[in-house]
């Protein structure tokens, strides 16, 4: 529990926090705010209600998705189902404005990453598949082309934006590596660079490498998307360059970033934050406002660049896309 006063706020129940200045600190902070309890913390920091959220804007899926000619370098082409008349977020913000816990536990990872080294880099394909490999984002780039998306993204902690990533479909490369039939689940493991990540070493009773995973029917669906792009040029390094997932129906936790390993396995594999907190982060993490997170509400979220508070949909807006997945039979 040494240091725990490093962690983010939102990681340990207040009921498990015994440091106790830090605790204190808190709450003379929350009652700073007039904030009765810490449940209405994420919402009330703001100084906004959920009666005033506005909707987030569902996106209707199309029978199929639309066919894009990708290109192999940037920008890349606008897939025409993911070019919603959305407000993109401000690139300043986003860039600013990051989890990568590797190098910070706060949110100006940008300033950390200057010795993260990104090129070369290799991505070992593996585990219960037929074409296992090693390969360069270089080489799955000129294999796979790119294609730009504008997606919505949520993180658990109630803050999202809407961003245009640039990559391609995790299905194309999933098809390239084969699964054998007993492939149900994949495993994806960020890099490890203790030297390069300062937060490593910062936090050293982290399970590191950070790692997480997917159902296969999950990582098969169209909208998981495998990027090295953002606001139509290669990803900054504080995004998780230079390849990274985006799933974006779930928490942003599961959208890897840094990947080194992608493993094909036949049980449910375990993910990082889920070996830190099972109750508070699941496997399978659907955005959903119904589920308040153990510590505050999941109703509302905050876009990062304008502070406007929009109601959180279902499955973040992708029902029609991926509402199927997750239907009992
Ligand atoms: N390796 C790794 N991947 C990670 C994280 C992390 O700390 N390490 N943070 C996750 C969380 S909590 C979020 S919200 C998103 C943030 O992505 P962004 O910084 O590009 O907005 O990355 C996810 N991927
Ligand atoms: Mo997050």
């Known amino acids: 529990m040494a240091n ?19 605790f204190l600190n808190r709450r003379k902070f929350l009652r700073q705010l007039g904030v009765a309890g810490a449940g209405a913390m ?29 290109s192999k370098s940037f920008p890349a082409p606008r897939h025409p189902d993911f070019n919603p008349d959305w407000k993109l977020s401000e690139e300043e913000m986003t860039a600013t404005y990051n989890n990568f816990y590797e190098f910070t536990l706060n949110k100006d990872v940008h300033r950390y990453v200057g010795n993260f080294q990104t090129d070369p880099w290799s991505i070992e394909i593996t585990g219960l598949c037929e074409n ?11 294999e796979f082309g790119l294609e730009e998306r504008v997606y919505r993204f949520r993180c658990v902690e109630a803050w999202a934006m809407v961003v245009p990533w640039t990559g391609f479909q ?51 669906n169209p909208l998981t998307l495998v990027a090295t792009g953002i606001y139509g040029k290669p990803m900054a390094k504080q995004y998780g360059a230079p390849i990274r997932l985006v799933v974006p129906w779930k928490y942003g936790y599961k959208s890897i970033k840094s990947i080194v390993k992608i493993e094909f396995t036949d049980k449910q594999p375990k993910t990082f934050w889920e070996t830190l907190q099972p109750q508070e982060y699941p496997f399978e993490s659907n955005v959903d406002p119904k589920v308040p997170h153990p510590r505050w509400s999941q ?20 029902a029609d896309h991926v509402g199927h997945l997750y239907k009992r039979a």
């Not at 100084?47 to 029978?63: F, M």
């Not at 194309?172 to 590596?177: D, P, R, T, V, Y």
């Not at 495993?187 to 790692?211: H, Q």
Request: charged fraction near 25%; include cysteine; glycine fraction near 4%.
């Open 132 to 142: 296992p490999m090693k390969v360069s984002p270089q080489e799955l780039v000129s």
């Open 170 to 220: 995790f299905s194309k490369l999933i098809e390239k590596a084969k699964p054998k039939a007993e492939a149900k689940f994949i495993r994806m493991l960020t890099a490890s660079k203790p030297e390069e990540m300062p937060g490593v070493k910062r936090v050293p009773d982290y399970p590191w490498p950070y790692f997480e995973g997917l159902r296969l029917d999950e990582a098969m």
């Open 42 to 70: 994420s919402l009330s920091a703001i100084g906004c209600r959920e009666g005033t959220a506005a909707d987030a804007a569902p996106v209707a899926a199309p029978k199929t998705l639309a066919a894009v000619t990708p």
């Open 4 to 22: 725990i006063i490093t962690r983010p706020s939102w990681y340990i129940p207040e009921s498990r926090v015994t440091a106790e200045r830090f």
């Open 299 to 318: 109703a509302t979220h905050r876009m990062i660049d304008t502070n406007a508070r929009e109601r959180t949909l279902p499955l973040n807006g992708y």
